[in-house]
């Protein structure tokens, strides 16, 4: 079965670093476009970016930008956000996602998701 | 920057169809994605490309997109079809959901 499983996530001060990470399973990983949703404790959806199969694209929402870097490393299977000056309102569940093609594309694998919390 | 616009709640009597609306300018001219999300659980896809299913999706979930609206059908409500959903589009280089949809099955 495809998987996607997402690490890293914990609790943080304000101003504060964390890296997560996302490790997928039984698909071509280098194949596919990556993306980290976000959903705040009660809130909808909210996209945070993405990355093109070789990293040479990357894309980020305009509140993290700046302040997230998002990186994957093929030969590991693996996708990362490195998430920096980290903010109470960026507290939040984090999802991978796999885009199945990019450009218009769906997401059709998630993650179960890891949380970060960002609080003094 | 671009925006859908959502009800926050639809509700339906077990058996009936539910509709559930995403509006957006011009959204017809993209690709419209959805998603359903159960309390505690990562979302799911149940239609991609305006009216398409992923397998394993029930056919009573129908999607249509046109002009400034795009739509999520679900006919034959079940109680298991209780979940939030979300539409989703690309708008340029910046992936967009819509605030998301309460479903209540009455």
């Known amino acids: 079965e495809v998987q996607l499983v997402e690490s890293g996530g914990g609790s943080v001060q304000p101003g504060g670093s964390l890296r997560l990470s996302c490790a997928a399973s039984?698909?071509?990983?280098?194949?596919?476009?990556m993306s980290w949703v976000r959903q705040a404790p009660g809130k909808g959806l909210e996209w945070v970016a993405n990355?093109?199969?070789?990293?040479?694209?990357?894309y980020y929402v305009e509140s993290v930008k700046g302040r997230f870097t998002i990186s994957r490393d093929n030969a590991k299977n693996s996708l990362h956000l490195q998430m920096n000056s980290l903010r109470a309102e960026d507290t939040a569940v984090y999802y991978c996602a796999r885009e199945d093609s990019g450009y218009g594309s769906e997401m059709d694998v998630w993650g179960k998701g890891t949380t970060v919390t960002v609080s003094s | 920057s671009y925006e859908l616009t959502q009800p926050l709640s639809v509700s339906v009597a077990l058996g009936q169809t539910a509709s559930i609306t995403c509006g957006g300018n011009?959204?017809?001219?993209?690709?419209v994605h959805w998603y359903q999300q159960k309390p505690g659980q990562a979302p799911t896809l149940v239609i991609y490309?305006?009216?398409n299913r992923p397998s394993g999706i029930p056919e009573r979930f129908s999607g249509s997109n046109s002009g400034n609206t795009a739509t999520l059908t679900i006919s034959r409500a079940q109680a298991g079809d209780e979940a939030d959903y979300y539409c989703q589009v690309w708008d340029s280089t910046t992936v967009v959901f819509g605030g998301g949809t309460t479903l209540t099955v009455l």
């Open positions: 990355i093109r199969q070789d990293g040479s694209e990357k």
């Open positions: 490309r305006d009216g």
């Open positions: 039984r698909f071509s990983f280098s194949s596919y476009w």
């Open positions: 011009n959204i017809g001219r993209k690709d």
